[in-house]
């Protein structure tokens, strides 16, 4: 059974760096492209960074060169550095592979002030 559960949200000021830490059972993140999406209020889930089993990374374009995806294979986990985090970024942010499983985390809430 898969579980994914987010951390590391929370209310954070435009200009911020938080990072967030997803924590997976039931699926090897190393084996797998894993992903960061994030779904404002009253929009879409949007697919937000992306790292494949071999290393390559992908952005964005409204988050390229500020927010950096990582994978602990040890670990089995996946992180999402963000930076110079802008008030439209304020979503829900989930982890989850690419293609998305049918089951998601509760995901973790990121608000940012202006």
């Given at each position: ?17 938080p990072?967030?830490?997803c ?6 993140f ?15 889930r949007?697919?937000?960074?992306r ?6 990374t ?31 970024g ?21 608000t940012?002030?202006?």
């Amino acid at each position: 059974q898969v579980q994914l559960v987010e951390s590391g949200g929370g209310l954070v000021q435009a200009g911020g760096s938080p990072r967030l830490s997803c924590a997976a059972s039931g699926i090897i993140f190393s084996l797998n492209t894993v992903a960061w999406y994030r779904q404002a209020p009253g929009k879409q889930r949007e697919l937000v960074a992306r790292i494949s089993s071999i290393g390559s990374t992908n952005y964005a374009d409204s988050v390229k060169g500020r927010f950096t995806i990582s994978r602990d294979n040890a670990k089995n986990m996946v992180y999402l550095q963000m930076n110079s985090l802008k008030p439209e970024g304020t979503a829900v942010y989930y982890c989850n592979r690419t293609p998305s499983l049918t089951y998601w985390g509760k995901g973790t809430q990121v608000t940012v002030s202006s």
